[in-house]
């Protein structure tokens, strides 16, 4: 049996859904770039 919910409630979960993968999907994008960014100095530094 579905869930009691009207068409409104189902469109809000979707779009909350939506955003909230969003979010996730660009933090995990800045991170991967921050790490990348501060890793190459150091990956090119020479030593001594």
Avoid: H, Y
């Avoid at 995990?28 to 990956?43: D, K, Y």
């Amino acid at each position: 049996m579905p869930w009691p919910m009207g068409k409104r409630a189902k469109d809000t979960m979707n779009t909350t859904g939506a955003a909230i993968a969003s979010a996730v999907v660009f933090v995990w994008l800045g991170m991967v770039l921050a790490i990348s960014f501060l890793e190459a100095p150091l990956s090119s530094a020479r030593p001594g």
